[in-house]
């Protein structure tokens, strides 16, 4: 899949089949996290990788809005050092770059959290020099989903070109 590709087809997965996924695919998703660029290089992040079955149903409890990270096949928790001016920017290109590289293998996901993380925090043991931003479910999809069916704004209503509000 390219990348266009990708992004035009990507949905929100909140719903996993009971499978694995295989550990190739796993590294292939946190290393597009790893490759992502960050903000003079920073890289001010640290991904916590879980699949442990106990600690994703831990998670699931601890982040709003995120009860399904209990049926995924894994979890990765995204930290950011307090110091870094950009993390939060460079963690979001990072989480995008795990969602396109695991839909591209198949595999679906949806970034939860963002804030009130103090509790994954604790299960995970990350240090208080970080920030928890997201803990991201991935699994595959227990449904067929309809890729590339988004309602999505119009270019026009979104894009301008040269100044803001002439058309595109």
């Not at 990788?49 to 928790?77: I, K, M, N, P, Q």
């Not at 695991?102 to 995970?124: H, K, P, Y």
């Not at 991935?138 to 069916?149: D, E, M, Q, S, V």
Request: proline letters at 4%; zero cysteines; a positive charge.
């Amino acid at each position: 899949m390219n990348v266009f590709e990708a992004a035009r087809t990507v949905l929100a997965v909140r719903e996993y089949r009971d499978a694995p996924v295989p550990e190739e695919t796993v590294r292939r998703i946190v290393e597009a996290a790893r490759l992502t660029a960050s903000s003079q290089n920073g890289q001010p992040w640290h991904f916590v990788v879980v699949t442990e079955r106990d600690t994703l149903r831990r998670l699931g409890t601890a982040v709003s809005h995120g009860g399904y990270t209990a049926d995924a096949a894994l979890a990765v928790a995204v930290a950011v050092e307090r110091r870094s001016r950009f993390g939060l920017s460079d963690a979001s290109r990072a989480i995008q770059s795990m969602v396109l590289a695991a839909w591209d293998e198949g595999v679906g996901s949806n970034w939860t959290g963002f804030t009130g993380m103090d509790e994954v925090r604790t299960i995970l043991e990350v240090p208080e020099e970080y920030d928890v931003v997201a803990v991201v479910p991935f699994g595959y999809p227990a449904r067929k989903l309809g890729k590339g069916r988004k309602r999505r704004k119009s270019l026009a209503e979104v894009v301008s070109r040269e100044r803001f509000g002439r058309p595109f």
